[in-house]
């Protein structure tokens, strides 16, 4: 997510999975502030480590979350999809241990083609819209 979209995405969204370096951290935590508003945010780690993929990088984790949480933004978890075309199982258990090691508990992790694997993995909050609405143009 942009920074310069934080204000909407406060205005609009009860959480966010995508959270992953300070200057979205700031502008969020200024969005929630000046709106009363404070949607749930998940940290969003590459667990990949894929140059095309957001997200922080797994050893920049521990920095960003004591930004998140310098300025009290609601953590609900982390976030990592894993690359395509591979099991999936793997980086799922590594984003349940990196949780687990940082005292979180949510996990927003599996989409439609995994989202199995993902709850059996710890999943709270899965990501399964083109089950639901089909597949994109």
């Not at 969005?31 to 590459?46: D, G, H, I, K, Y």
């Not at 797994?58 to 920095?63: G, K, N, R």
């Not at 793997?90 to 949510?106: I, Q, T």
């Amino acid at each position: 997510m942009q920074s310069n979209k934080a204000e909407d995405a406060v205005a609009l969204f009860d959480a966010i999975h995508s959270v992953d370096r300070p200057s979205l951290i700031t502008a969020l935590a200024r969005a929630m502030e000046r709106q009363s508003r404070r949607p749930t945010c998940f940290l969003q780690v590459n667990i990949g480590d894929e140059a095309q993929k957001g997200g922080c990088a797994i050893d920049e984790l521990p920095a960003v979350l004591e930004a998140a949480r310098a300025v009290d933004l609601p953590i609900g978890g982390l976030m990592a999809v894993p690359p395509a075309d591979t099991e999936a199982a793997p980086y799922f258990a590594l984003l349940a241990k990196l949780a687990r090691d940082h005292d979180l508990d949510g996990l927003s992790m599996g989409m439609s083609g995994d989202y199995e694997t993902a709850v059996m993995l710890g999943a709270t909050h899965v990501r399964i819209g083109s089950a639901l609405f089909g597949a994109r143009a």
